[in-house]
C-alpha cells in the first residue's frame, strides 16, 4: 500500500465517477484506469482523462494505488471480488453499503461517501461537499484523509451505521424535498398555470434553510395549526386524491412540532 | 376611486406588510396609514415608514387611495366589514380566501396575491416575486396592475379557484419541502451528526428544480427502484416508525412516476 497516493482508477463511469475523477485531477492526481459495465462509457470516460479503458475489473490494478468503486450499491461486493488480488487500497462511494463488502481478498478498504447529489450535466463544487470517511485501519484512514482534504474542506469519519442514517437524511432533504416540488407542479398543471411559478419560493425556502434552522424557519396553514385553510386545501385536491392524503398527513407532522 | 395610486394604507402589520410596503416605498407610494391588532405593532411599522398608525380600523380610509388587508386569513373578512365606507380600493394578499369577502360595504375589490414566503428578517427581491391579481371589475384590476408591475416583473391574473390551488402548489413546494429538511435534521441529531451537513444538499436540489423539471432531475434509491437500499433505510428508521411509514410511502410516489 502506498502513504501517498498519485494514481486513481474508477470502476464506475456515472455521475459520482465523472464528478470524483474530474476534482481528482484537478488536484493533481492521475486518472490511471476506468472500467465500466459498458465498455463504451469506459472508453468516454478514459479519454476525457487521458487514462486507459480496461475491458476487465482486474485491469484497474494496474498502475494504481487506489480504486474508487463507483457503482450501483448493489454491484460493489461482485466489482470487488473481481478486482483480484491488489495490495493498494479499494473503496467504495455508496452512502448505504457496509464496507464489510470490500473485505473479501483486499486487505485494504474504505469508503469514500460524498453526501450530494450529482448529475452529468450540472457542475459540483467538491470543495463544499462533505465526505464521509470509513477504513480498514488507521493507516488506511490517513492516506484517504489526505485525497479527501484536497477534494473537500468538510472531511468526517462515519462509521456503517451513521452513514446509513446520513443517506436516510439525505434522501428526505433531496429526494423528498424534490418529490414535493414534483407535486407542486402537477398542480400548476392541473390549474392550467406555469410550474416556473414556483421557482422563486424553491429557492428562497432552500436559502432559508440552508441558513438557518428549518424548524424555526416554517411558515404556513399548518403550522399556524389555521384548520379551516387546511381543509380548503383539501377540498381542492379532490381531483388528485393521493395528493390530498398526503396533504393532511403533512400538515399533521408540521402541526404536532409545535405547541 | 383614484384611477392612479399615490397613498397606501395597511392592515397588518406581519412579515407580508413589511416586506410589500417596504417595496411600495420604494417605487414611490406614501405609506400613509397602518392598522394593526395590537397598536404597539402598527406603531412600530409606522416609525418606519413615516406613517399614522392608527386605533381604529377605520381610520385606514383617511387620505387613502388603496387599503391592503394583509392580516391572518380567518380575520380578513372581519377587517374589512371595519373599514366601512370607502371609495377607494380594498384588496387582502391571501392565497385561499375568496375576493367574495370584501364584498360587504366595499365597492372596490381585488386580491394582491404575492406567492412567496416571508419573514421578517430576511430581505426578498419583490421583482422575482409573482403576483397574482383579482379584483371586483377591469377598472380595479388596471389599478391593481399598474402598482403591481412596479413591484415585480411576474404578474398575472388568477380566479380564486386557480389561487387556491396556487397556494396548494405552494404549500407542497414550500413548506412541505422544509418540512423534508426538518426531518432530514432531526434523523442527523438521532445519528450524533450535525445539521449542517446537508446544506449544500438542500441548495443543490433546489437549484436543480428552479433551472430544469424535478421529474427528470429526481434521483436515490425510489428513483432506481432500488428496494434494498429502501429495505435498509427503513429498517435503519426503526426508532422513527412514523418516518419509517413516511419513507415508504414518498418512495412509492416516488418509483410509482418512473416506469
Same mark, same amino acid.
Given at each position: 500500500?502506498?502513504?501517498?497516493?498519485?494514481?486513481?482508477? #474508477?470502476? /464506475?463511469? %456515472?455521475?459520482?465517477?465523472?464528478? !470524483? $475523477?474530474? /476534482? !481528482?485531477?484537478?488536484?493533481?492526481?492521475?486518472?490511471?484506469?476506468?472500467? +465500466?459495465?459498458?465498455?463504451?462509457?469506459?472508453?468516454?470516460?478514459?479519454? /476525457?482523462?487521458?487514462?486507459?479503458?480496461?475491458?476487465?475489473? +482486474?485491469?484497474?490494478?494496474?498502475?494504481?494505488?487506489?480504486?474508487?468503486?463507483?457503482?450501483?450499491?448493489?454491484?460493489?461486493?461482485?466489482?470487488?471480488?473481481?478486482?483480484?488480488?491488489?495490495?493498494?487500497?479499494?473503496?467504495?462511494?455508496?452512502?448505504?453499503?457496509?464496507?464489510?463488502?470490500?473485505? %473479501?481478498?483486499? *486487505?485494504?478498504? /474504505?469508503? #469514500?461517501?460524498?453526501?450530494? &447529489?450529482?448529475?452529468?450535466?450540472?457542475?459540483?463544487?467538491?470543495?463544499?461537499?462533505? #465526505? #464521509?470517511?470509513?477504513?480498514?485501519?488507521?493507516?488506511?484512514?490517513?492516506?484517504? *484523509?489526505?485525497?479527501?482534504?484536497?477534494?473537500?474542506?468538510?472531511?468526517?469519519?462515519?462509521?456503517?451505521?451513521?452513514?446509513?442514517? !446520513?443517506?436516510?437524511?439525505?434522501?428526505?432533504? %433531496?429526494?423528498?424535498?424534490?418529490?414535493?416540488?414534483?407535486?407542486?407542479?402537477?398542480? !400548476?398543471?392541473?390549474?392550467?398555470?406555469?410550474?416556473?411559478?414556483?421557482?422563486?419560493?424553491?429557492?428562497?425556502?432552500?436559502?432559508?434553510?440552508? &441558513?438557518?434552522?428549518?424548524?424555526?424557519?416554517?411558515?404556513?396553514?399548518?403550522?399556524?395549526?389555521? &384548520?379551516? &385553510?387546511? *381543509?380548503?386545501?383539501?377540498?381542492?385536491?379532490?381531483?388528485?386524491?393521493?395528493? $390530498?392524503?398526503?396533504?393532511?398527513?403533512?400538515?399533521?407532522?408540521?402541526?404536532?412540532?409545535?405547541?
Amino acid at each position: 500500500m502506498q502513504k501517498s497516493i498519485k494514481n486513481i482508477a #474508477f470502476a /464506475g463511469s %456515472g455521475n459520482v465517477a465523472c464528478h !470524483l $475523477a474530474k /476534482g !481528482l485531477q484537478m488536484q493533481g492526481y492521475r486518472i490511471s484506469n476506468v472500467w +465500466s459495465r459498458d465498455f463504451s462509457n469506459a472508453m468516454a470516460l478514459a479519454k /476525457g482523462f487521458n487514462s486507459r479503458a480496461c475491458q476487465e475489473i +482486474s485491469g484497474l490494478r494496474e498502475g494504481t494505488d487506489l480504486i474508487i468503486i463507483a457503482v450501483a450499491d448493489k454491484a460493489i461486493e461482485e466489482v470487488a471480488r473481481n478486482i483480484g488480488e491488489f495490495d493498494g487500497i479499494v473503496v467504495h462511494t455508496a452512502g448505504s453499503v457496509s464496507i464489510d463488502v470490500l473485505k %473479501g481478498n483486499i *486487505e485494504n478498504s /474504505g469508503v #469514500f461517501y460524498p453526501l450530494q &447529489t450529482f448529475s452529468k450535466v450540472i457542475p459540483v463544487d467538491l470543495m463544499e461537499v462533505p #465526505f #464521509f470517511l470509513e477504513s480498514s485501519s488507521i493507516e488506511v484512514l490517513q492516506v484517504l *484523509e489526505e485525497v479527501a482534504s484536497k477534494l473537500s474542506t468538510r472531511v468526517y469519519n462515519a462509521d456503517s451505521h451513521q452513514r446509513i442514517l !446520513l443517506h436516510v437524511a439525505a434522501v428526505f432533504t %433531496g429526494n423528498f424535498s424534490n418529490l414535493m416540488y414534483v407535486i407542486g407542479n402537477e398542480i !400548476l398543471e392541473n390549474a392550467n398555470l406555469p410550474s416556473d411559478l414556483l421557482h422563486p419560493l424553491i429557492l428562497e425556502i432552500a436559502r432559508k434553510a440552508a &441558513t438557518g434552522d428549518p424548524l424555526q424557519m416554517q411558515t404556513g396553514p399548518a403550522r399556524r395549526k389555521d &384548520t379551516v &385553510t387546511i *381543509e380548503k386545501h383539501i377540498s381542492a385536491l379532490a381531483s388528485m386524491p393521493e395528493y $390530498a392524503d398526503l396533504y393532511r398527513l403533512l400538515a399533521n407532522l408540521i402541526s404536532n412540532k409545535y405547541k
